[in-house]
Nanobody, 124 residues
Framework: QVQLVESGGGLVQAGGSLRLSCAAS????????MGWFRQAPGKEREFVAA????????SYADSVKGRFTISRDNAKNTMYLQMNSLKPEDTAVYYC?????????????????WGQGTQVSVSS
């Protein structure tokens, strides 16, 4: 089992940047595929980005491709989401997720473990 804690959210102006971190407990972090999802008020939770256990493959939602970068440091049990060129429509609670498996996953149903979320607000 793994526990996830997000950090790094906040308020930023449009065009700005933030880096989210997800710290994971447990000694088997490197065996988990990881992902980021987000949920804006009144909307369903949506996929943002995912990364394989090794970090060799990644996947992004079209809405963030070219602006966001997902990465992980297995030695630190930490995953990151670098968010550049932020837009007001990126405003949401961002969730860190983990799933056992060698691939990456783009559907929320594939993930068994979720963090509590961190708020990202982008002003225009």
């Amino acid at each position: 089992q793994v526990q996830l804690v997000e950090s790094g959210g906040g308020l930023v102006q449009a065009g700005g940047s933030l880096r989210l971190s997800c710290a994971a407990s447990g000694r088997t972090f490197s065996t988990y595929a990881m992902g980021w999802f987000r949920q804006a008020p009144g909307k369903e939770r949506e996929f943002v980005a995912a990364i394989t256990w090794s970090g060799s493959r990644t996947s992004y939602a079209d809405s963030v491709k070219g602006r966001f970068t997902i990465s992980r440091d297995n030695a630190k049990n930490t995953m990151y989401l670098q968010m550049n060129s932020l837009k007001p429509e990126d405003t949401a609670v961002y969730y860190c997720t983990a799933a056992r498996g060698a691939s990456y996953y783009v559907t929320s149903a594939a993930y068994a473990y979720w963090g509590q979320g961190t708020q990202v607000s982008v002003s225009s």
